[in-house]
């Protein structure tokens, strides 16, 4: 794993954007692998900001999300394809057709097996952004999920519904399952990108860093991928052991 800290939240979010930014360049069909929630906003507006001043192309550009709340319909405000239309695909040239989030009504054994195998048509994800929760999760993988998992459905923990509340009416509104990417499905990205800041993730951090690979720490897993690089905040990489 590599680890880039930062002095600042804004230059972490400028350095992540430029590598999307390069990444999109260099290989303009690319298969991106994208995250909600508070760690990539400023990423995603970065994004924007150099696709209307530079006119950077994502009309070849395909994506994946990482996972959907089950119950809430895309147009439903607390849907993540509502948050990633509103704070980032609409501001680029990406057809939405060509973005992909899995459905959390219908026929979610279907959209498991279905977003599996889509995912493996194109080739595989080439760059996958992820957060990581307090408890250690990534995706909504929670502590405890088997290593070896593909696209399911999971329950989610008391500490990511309060975590979650936030944005919802009460954590009784938090939908209390999720579809997500597996653990497997994530590490067979080729580059991987985790985001975190602040403190509130500084011990998640020290634990998938420093502590053993277990799957009570999901994001633990990522010591043994290829390709990872933590891009971090000073207080999140506060409690990490000194080189
Ligand atoms: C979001 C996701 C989650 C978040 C994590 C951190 O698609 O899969 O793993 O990345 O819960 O959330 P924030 O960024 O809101 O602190």
């Known amino acids: 794993m590599q680890i880039q800290i930062f002095q600042d939240k804004e230059s972490l979010h400028r350095a992540v954007a430029q590598m999307f930014v390069d990444a999109v360049k260099a290989k303009p069909s690319i298969v991106l692998g994208l995250a909600t929630g508070s760690s990539p906003l400023e990423t995603y507006e970065n994004m924007i900001k150099d696709h209307q001043e530079n006119g950077t192309d994502y009309s070849e550009v395909?994506?994946?999300?990482?996972?959907?709340?089950?119950?809430?319909?895309?147009?439903?405000?607390?849907?993540?394809?509502?948050?990633?239309?509103?704070?980032?695909?609409n501001g680029l040239n990406i057809p939405l057709g060509q973005t992909n989030v899995p459905s959390g009504t219908g026929d979610v054994d279907k959209t498991c097996e279905d977003y599996e195998a889509k995912i493996a048509n194109t080739g595989g994800?080439?760059?996958?952004?992820?957060?990581?929760?307090?408890?250690?999760?990534?995706g909504f993988n929670e502590p405890g999920t088997p290593f070896d998992t593909r696209t399911h459905v999971t329950e989610l923990t008391k500490e990511t519904i309060d975590g979650n509340a936030r944005f919802f009416e009460s954590a009784e509104s938090v939908p209390k399952k999720a579809v997500t990417m597996g653990i497997q499905?994530?590490?067979?990205?080729?580059?991987i990108v985790l985001?975190?800041?602040?403190?509130?993730?500084?011990?998640?951090?020290?634990?998938?860093?420093?502590?053993?690979?277990?799957?009570?720490?999901?994001?633990?897993?990522?010591?043994?991928?290829?390709?990872?690089?933590?891009?971090?905040?000073?207080?999140?990489?506060a409690l990490l052991k000194p080189e």
């Open 62 to 89: 395909v994506t994946f999300n990482l996972d959907e709340y089950i119950g809430l319909d895309g147009s439903h405000s607390q849907s993540y394809r509502h948050f990633m239309n509103t704070s980032l695909f």
């Open 185 to 191: 499905t994530i590490m067979d990205a080729k580059k």
């Open 125 to 138: 994800i080439d760059l996958q952004l992820l957060g990581i929760g307090t408890n250690g999760h990534i």
């Open 195 to 237: 985001i975190a800041y602040g403190s509130k993730k500084a011990a998640a951090i020290r634990d998938m860093v420093n502590g053993p690979i277990t799957e009570s720490m999901p994001a633990s897993i990522l010591q043994d991928h290829s390709d990872t690089t933590l891009f971090l905040d000073e207080e999140a990489a």
